[in-house]
């Protein structure tokens, strides 16, 4: 059975941090690129912030680069999002993904409907 389960989410202060992190099983994790995706309310699902395989490469939004990183352990099949300088416009249900092919940039809704998703996390952003 394919799981993906996030957690890490919360409630945290401007400027502040917070490291999501996902977990997986049921399937093979470093045949897998993973992903995080976040989807605030009344807006699209986008993407945030994705790692290749091997080589680790990493890509952001710009909305958050420089602030967010992304990183994977294949070993322990996780991924996480560490979220540091955080603003309110990042509050938002954040979903782990993990696909075999290209990354889309934007959904209608999370989850969107390519490879696995976790069931989302909640990250507010609030003085």
């Known amino acids: 059975q394919v799981q993906l389960v996030e957690s890490g989410g919360g409630l945290v202060q401007p400027e502040g941090s917070l490291r999501l992190s996902c977990a997986a099983s049921?399937?093979?994790?470093?045949?897998?690129?993973m992903g995080w995706y976040r989807q605030a309310p009344g807006k699209e699902c986008e993407l945030v912030a994705r790692i290749s395989i091997w080589t680790q490469t990493t890509r952001y939004a710009d909305s958050v680069k420089g602030r967010f990183t992304i990183s994977r352990d294949n070993a322990k099949n996780t991924v996480h999002l560490q979220m540091d300088g955080l603003k309110p416009e990042d509050t938002a249900v954040y979903y782990c993904?993990?696909?075999?092919?290209?990354?889309?940039?934007?959904?209608?809704?999370?989850?969107?409907?390519?490879?696995?998703w976790g069931q989302g996390t909640q990250v507010t952003v609030s003085s």
């Open positions: 993904n993990a696909r075999q092919g290209l990354f889309d940039t934007t959904y209608s809704t999370c989850p969107g409907q390519s490879g696995y």
């Open positions: 049921g399937f093979t994790f470093s045949s897998y690129l």
